[in-house]
């Protein structure tokens, strides 16, 4: 990922690793060492990666807090120190998030939304099971989707986002470090290049007020931008559930079903880390 950004010559991307991976395995801080090396920077995103749904506010902010004793250096490279919730959630009340917001001002931290993503946890799992099932055909059409995903959500989001604003707002866009991503960043910054994307810093897209200012609550999956469209009653265009269905259940694999892996390898048992109480829902 930090060669397809340095051929393109994009530099200055936050980068949100949570910190109980490195560690449960020290190594990884190479990784986030070249990623800082490359021009890029790292912000904090809590230690064990809970939703706030799941923890208390004290939790919560215990957990941000133990995300900077491990990696307060590294953050401290980056020309503004930004958080992003976990998730992007912010919890079920506004007490609650409000607590996290002071203690976020108090240690000198700027809130980095997410305004643009396109689910790639999604390929995740099926891109898993076609390399173990060497599924040439399901690999061809998992990377093919995923490009495609990422162009259709970013136009969405765009579009929805100057329905509510009347106006272009910039976006600040997610992808995780996967496999599949760091095969295929590159096509799709490509992509995005041949669309007349104008990629800009995370400082520059805060500078709009979109991006600073607090959507309700709410108990769902959706990112700081959907949060404000719900409020507005904006809807978002979405692609047809049987495209989603076909990426999700791409190149079956006994025990790698994909809800299988994300609820119960990687969401649930980061609850159980953290004492937490399981609440989740996908719709
Ligand atoms: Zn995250």
Same mark, same amino acid.
């Given at each position: 990922?930090?060669?397809?950004?340095?051929?393109?010559?994009?530099?200055?991307?936050?980068?949100?690793?949570?910190?109980?991976?490195?560690?449960?395995?020290?190594?990884?801080? $190479?990784?986030?060492?070249?990623?800082?090396?490359?021009?890029?920077?790292?912000?904090?995103?809590?230690?064990?990666?809970?939703?706030?749904?799941?923890?208390?506010?004290?939790?919560?902010?215990?957990?941000?807090?133990?995300? $900077?004793?491990?990696?307060?250096?590294?953050?401290?490279?980056?020309?503004?120190?930004?958080?992003?919730?976990?998730?992007?959630?912010?919890?079920?009340?506004?007490?609650?998030?409000?607590?996290?917001?002071?203690?976020?001002?108090?240690?000198?931290?700027?809130?980095?939304?997410?305004?643009?993503?396109?689910?790639?946890?999604?390929?995740?799992?099926?891109?898993?099971?076609?390399?173990?099932?060497?599924?040439? $055909?399901?690999?061809?059409?998992?990377?093919?989707?995923?490009?495609?995903?990422?162009?259709?959500?970013?136009?969405?989001?765009?579009?929805?986002?100057? $329905?509510?604003?009347?106006?272009?707002?910039?976006?600040?866009?997610?992808?995780?470090?996967?496999?599949?991503?760091?095969?295929?960043?590159?096509?799709?910054?490509?992509?995005?290049?041949?669309?007349?994307?104008?990629?800009?810093?995370?400082?520059?897209?805060?500078?709009?007020?979109?991006?600073?200012?607090?959507?309700?609550?709410?108990?769902?999956?959706?990112?700081?931008?959907?949060?404000?469209?719900?409020?507005?009653?904006?809807?978002?265009?979405?692609?047809?559930?049987?495209?989603?269905?076909?990426?999700?259940?791409?190149?079956?694999?006994?025990?790698?079903?994909?809800?299988?892996?994300?609820?119960?390898?990687?969401?649930?048992?980061?609850?159980?880390?953290?004492?937490?109480?399981?609440?989740?829902?996908?719709?």
């Amino acid at each position: 990922m930090v060669d397809a950004l340095g051929e393109r010559n994009i530099s200055g991307c936050y980068g949100f690793p949570h910190t109980h991976p490195v560690v449960a395995s020290p190594q990884l801080r $190479e990784t986030l060492e070249l990623w800082t090396d490359s021009g890029h920077h790292i912000g904090n995103h809590t230690h064990h990666h809970a939703s706030l749904n799941w923890v208390s506010g004290k939790q919560y902010v215990d957990d941000i807090d133990t995300a $900077e004793e491990h990696l307060g250096d590294l953050l401290d490279r980056a020309p503004t120190r930004y958080f992003r919730y976990a998730m992007d959630m912010t919890g079920r009340s506004e007490y609650k998030r409000g607590m996290v917001e002071d203690h976020l001002r108090d240690a000198g931290y700027t809130v980095a939304p997410i305004t643009a993503w396109f689910g790639d946890f999604a390929w995740i799992a099926p891109y898993y099971r076609a390399k173990v099932n060497r599924d040439g $055909e399901a690999l061809a059409m998992l990377r093919q989707s995923y490009v495609d995903a990422a162009e259709f959500h970013l136009r969405s989001h765009v579009r929805a986002a100057r $329905e509510l604003w009347s106006t272009n707002v910039p976006c600040i866009w997610l992808i995780h470090s996967t496999p599949i991503a760091s095969d295929m960043l590159g096509a799709i910054l490509d992509r995005f290049a041949d669309i007349g994307v104008e990629f800009i810093g995370l400082d520059e897209a805060m500078r709009h007020p979109s991006n600073k200012l607090l959507p309700p609550v709410t108990h769902l999956f959706r990112n700081h931008l959907e949060r404000q469209l719900s409020a507005a009653g904006v809807e978002r265009d979405q692609i047809p559930p049987e495209m989603a269905a076909a990426v999700l259940n791409a190149s079956p694999l006994d025990g790698y079903d994909s809800f299988h892996v994300y609820e119960d390898r990687i969401l649930k048992p980061i609850v159980k880390r953290v004492g937490g109480e399981w609440d989740w829902d996908w719709s």
